[in-house]
């Protein structure tokens, strides 16, 4: 980690100034102001318009979701695109983040492609950019069609063709209309929690692990040149969640810098540096061939980063990575949810990634997971999500004032929607979603955001 910044006027402590809105003044005039959201988490409609399933339906039909939801309704997205477009246009935002459900466009993951599901994206888009919205196309978040998984998945080193031929299939069809690509949103999230804890979903070994690492960072890489090659004047990334890993007392201090190099830099080193962190390297050889690393490291015009909290590590030993996560000191703040608040944590991570990659900046997710209820009069009043992104919103301020080339700000989410494990009863959206009705209910966070969008766009 870099020493601490000179923060300027946000003094680390949680509070960005007196206010309810934070200082912006560093940011660059051209910044941009978007929101997040992915295919699973919104859509619904898994079994409408040809969709094949994806891994996380069968997660859903298999009850391993809290409450056994599915997302077999989630926001409805699918029917009420308009008018979450028309929210996004009423909160000023310039950009719009979205994935693309590969099963939706190709039910099987290759092969045959599925005219509805490609129409459906050809309407969204349309409609966002018909906003005055630009779209943010990202290619993967984490919906693998199952017939590939049936094949092992990123485990088998085919999955490096079969992303590059999807790649392809969205860049000829969208790449007309779509500049902004990301190839994967948190490799790291999706292959640790799926193979590395040995928790419900871990179907194989360790070495499964560092095959499907090495397989997702080739296919990022092969995605990339397609993306490159096909669309014209493209702007291509990839998503990182990337946090300070603390460990929880003196001794765990190797567990700490274990999860760093999985957790952190598995993905964004091999894929910006050329080199896997030297604690995974002899675990990758075994699956390297010759060339790999400069099929990985190919040209990327932005660093994308999602960021919430610091992580606080524990040793394992019986664990196979050797760390675990979810202990936390007493007597640190926390978001509803059990998530520590720390932004100069996000400032210094800010500062650390772009100095380490040397890239331009989007944070492409950040914002805070609560249990939000609409009060007496209707209303959601989330005083505790305000605060949180107004002193991330300055620890951002404050990076941009040390130095740190960052040129966006996407919050999560626009909509609450199925929080993965947690199923619905986590919320994170500036909109309420009442799922019974499907009503969309802007939440103070909504109106507070649009003030602060509007303020740096006329300042
Ligand atoms: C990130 C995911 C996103 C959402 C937020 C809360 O790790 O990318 O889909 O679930 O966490």
């Not at 999985?262 to 675990?283: E, M, R, S, T």
């Not at 720390?342 to 650390?352: C, I, V």
Request: glycine residues 10%.
């Amino acid at each position: 980690m870099l020493p601490p910044s000179q923060a300027g006027e946000f003094d680390g402590s949680g509070r960005a100034n007196g206010s309810d809105y934070p200082a912006i003044a560093a940011l660059r005039r051209d910044f941009i102001w978007g929101v997040s959201t992915s295919s699973f988490q919104i859509e619904g409609a898994v079994r409408e318009g040809g969709r094949g399933p994806s891994v996380w339906d069968i997660y859903c039909q298999q009850g391993q979701i809290a409450n056994r939801d599915t997302a077999d309704v989630a926001c409805d997205h699918y029917h009420r695109y308009l008018e979450d477009v028309a929210l996004m246009q009423r909160l000023g935002v310039q950009a719009y983040r979205f994935s693309v459900a590969w099963p939706r466009i190709l039910p099987l993951g290759r092969g045959q492609p599925n005219e509805v599901g490609l129409e459906f994206y050809d309407r969204l888009i349309d409609a966002v950019l018909a906003a005055g919205i630009e779209p943010w196309l990202c290619l993967y978040h984490w919906d693998l069609p199952q017939a590939l998984d049936d094949l092992g998945g990123w485990t088998n080193r085919d999955s490096v063709g079969w992303f590059a031929d999807y790649a392809a299939m969205v860049a000829a069809r969208f790449g007309d209309r779509v500049k902004r690509f990301a190839t994967f949103n948190e490799p790291s999230g999706f292959t640790l929690f799926g193979l590395g804890f040995g928790g419900k979903r871990a179907t194989s070994s360790v070495d499964a692990l560092h095959q499907a690492i090495h397989h997702v960072n080739l296919a990022h890489g092969a995605a990339a040149d397609v993306l490159r090659a096909q669309v014209p004047d493209s702007s291509i990334g990839a998503i990182h969640n990337y946090q300070p890993c603390l460990p929880l007392t003196p001794v765990d201090g190797p567990a700490a810098e274990r999860c760093d190099a999985y957790w952190n830099k598995a993905f964004p080193d091999p894929q910006c540096l050329g080199a896997y962190p030297a604690l995974i390297q002899a675990a990758i050889e075994p699956h390297m061939q010759a060339g790999d690393l400069a099929r990985i490291r190919r040209p990327a015009d932005w660093f994308g980063l999602n960021h919430y909290s610091p992580v606080y590590v524990t040793a394992d030993m019986n664990g196979v990575l050797g760390f675990a996560l979810g202990d936390k000191p007493a007597n640190i703040p926390l978001t509803p949810i059990g998530w520590p608040i720390m932004p100069s944590a996000f400032r210094d991570t800010l500062l650390h990634v772009a100095e380490r990659y040397a890239l331009p900046v989007y944070v492409l997710e950040n914002g805070m997971g609560g249990y939000d209820k609409p009060d007496a009069n209707g209303a959601v009043i989330d005083t505790d999500r305000i605060a949180y992104l107004r002193d991330y919103i300055g620890a951002l301020n404050a990076a941009a004032l040390a130095g740190a080339d960052v040129r966006g700000y996407f919050v999560w989410s626009l909509l609450d929607n199925f929080e993965w494990d947690a199923g619905y009863g986590v919320r994170f959206g500036l909109a309420y979603i009442d799922y019974p009705t499907q009503q969309r209910i802007p939440k103070a966070s909504f109106e507070w955001y649009r003030t602060l969008i509007k303020a740096a766009q006329n300042g």
